[in-house]
């Protein structure tokens, strides 16, 4: 009896020498970060580019065609719409963005020096092929991108049909407006030398075509 009333005195004892300032568990305090320059910089480029798209696109073509000296006249300016569809895949580097991109566009409802001689001359249409790289800059949702290729056009009048290969380049921006689908805005110029017997004397002539289109476009993203 005594040996058990001894055990619980000396638990008892220990209890109370715990409580009045025994052990007690480390407190570990969080460090406070006190200036932004503690904390590593972490790279972000927005959303990622990367993968192929198609689409729609439309809009207005304004062009000139230059025609050799001495001839009258000189030039002609030229209006039309132009509507048809695109492919192209970009690939995001970071910072870069760099693609491709083939269009097709059909060109119509032409005026000449701002008259529409469809009913004098008959319906003057034609088609214009774009192979085009794409450089671009990723700007979190916006694409602001330079383009440069090769551009081929066909234009189709009573008079006679002209097809030539020529050099195009321009400016765009892309948005997009979810992860699977993009809208933009692009100006492209597509000139062309042409070969062609203006004055009726038998020997070819060279021509300068400049078509000048501004369109918008939706895209659609793989």
Known sequence: MFK????????AVSAAAASAGGYAAPVVETPVIESPLDVAPVASYGNDWTGFYAGLQGGKTDGEIDYPAGFVPSDIDVDARNYGVHAGYLRDYGRFVGGAELSYD????????GLDLDDELG?????????????GYDAGRWLPYAAIGLARA????????????????GLGAKFMAT????????????????????????????????????????????
């Open 4 to 11: 058990m009333s001894l055990a619980a005195g000396l638990v």
């Open 106 to 113: 059909r060109l119509d409802d032409f005026e000449f020096d």
């Open 179 to 222: 992860p699977r689908f993009m809208v933009g805005l692009e100006w492209m110029n597509s000139s062309f030398e042409v070969d062609q017997d203006v004055d009726a004397d038998g020997l070819d002539d060279e021509v300068d075509w400049d078509f000048g289109t501004i369109s918008v476009n939706a895209s659609f993203r793989f």
């Open 154 to 169: 066909e234009i189709d009048s009573p008079s006679g049909d002209a097809t030539e290969t020529g050099f195009a380049y």
């Open 123 to 135: 319906e003057v249409d034609g088609n214009l092929l774009r192979g085009k790289l794409l450089a």
